[in-house]
């Protein structure tokens, strides 16, 4: 009884996370469209306040042990690079689609992402992709063609800039994704994702006057703005986190492929955003390369 009541706390963590994550895309789209905030100001403070919080986490639980990795010169470089190419990068390129698009669509778009990881690991290997891998990159590719033209090659539905920007949100999850390996060898995942943030967040702070305040800022402009803090990061994070070793990274990382689908989900019902057969066709695409990469590679230890 034990080991089903972990595992049916682990999935509904997994979901919760993934289900938090979707709708924190719309949120900013919402912040977007109806309060004339800037993508580059919410990036910049999502980063440094979530960070702030991962690392106040941190130094709860492990206290000086959370600073070991600022003593370690070459882990050091590589989490500045980290900050910059991934967690910066990623953030940035995928609000930057949103505002550009919708949160839906630069969701889906987003979720090519281990496509290339898939691509970047044969390469680098020299090997072939097995069939399943084959498969993902093809319904990856019908997916995005569905979704950004539904259907007629000679014309897009969003611009080209979104486009743009959706692949590179894809490009910079990858790079998310494969980059940390070392640095999770010897240092946990949310000290990492935490020192990452609030780095990434200073440093784009450099380049924009975040105390500067822009936009319409009532109620629902700061009860939006908290969730995506809270429950667009800082907690969807710790669930994550906590799933996994209740379910698997393996399982848990499939059950995250939820987050497109409560995103454009939400995107309909709350934000009016019109979803045709062929973008939900598109959706579905994409989102089966997940399903079948997962089942396709042996499971691993997730985290980020």
């Not at 994550?240 to 059950?255: D, N, R």
């Amino acid at each position: 009884m034990k080991n089903s009541s972990q595992s049916s706390q682990g999935l509904i963590l997994a979901l919760s996370a993934a289900i938090f994550w979707g709708i924190s895309g719309n949120c900013a789209q919402f912040l977007f469209e109806y309060k004339a905030i800037d993508p580059s100001w919410l990036v910049c403070w999502r980063l440094m306040l979530a960070g702030f919080l991962l690392v106040g986490y941190e130094l709860s639980r492990k206290g000086k042990q959370s600073f070991e990795i600022w003593k370690n010169k070459s882990s050091l470089i590589q989490l500045l690079i980290f900050s910059v190419f991934g967690m910066l990068a990623v953030q940035y390129s995928y609000f930057i689609s949103i505002k550009l698009s919708n949160a839906a669509t630069a969701t889906v778009l987003q979720y090519i992402g281990p496509v290339f990881v898939v691509a970047f690991y044969a390469i680098k290997f020299r090997r072939w992709p097995v069939v399943a891998e084959f498969a993902s990159m093809i319904f990856a590719v019908a997916g995005t063609f569905l979704l950004v033209t539904h259907g007629n090659w000679k014309e897009l539905v969003i611009s080209e800039a979104a486009f743009f920007w959706g692949i590179i949100s894809a490009i910079t999850l990858a790079f998310y994704t494969i980059y940390p390996a070392q640095l999770l060898k010897n240092y946990s995942a949310a000290s990492i994702t935490g020192w990452a943030m609030l780095l990434g967040g200073l440093i784009l702070s450099v380049f924009l006057q975040p105390w500067q305040i822009d936009g319409i800022w009532d109620i629902e402009t700061l009860a939006v703005f908290a969730y995506i803090i809270v429950f667009g990061s800082l907690i969807p994070f710790m669930f994550f986190l906590s799933a996994v070793p209740k379910i698997g990274a393996q399982t848990a990382s499939l059950l995250c492929s939820v987050e497109p689908l409560a995103a454009a989900i939400m995107a309909v019902l709350w934000l009016g955003v019109t979803f045709s057969l062929m973008d939900w066709l598109g959706t579905a695409l994409i989102l089966s390369t997940i399903i079948l990469l997962t089942f396709a590679t042996k499971p691993k230890e997730l985290a980020l």
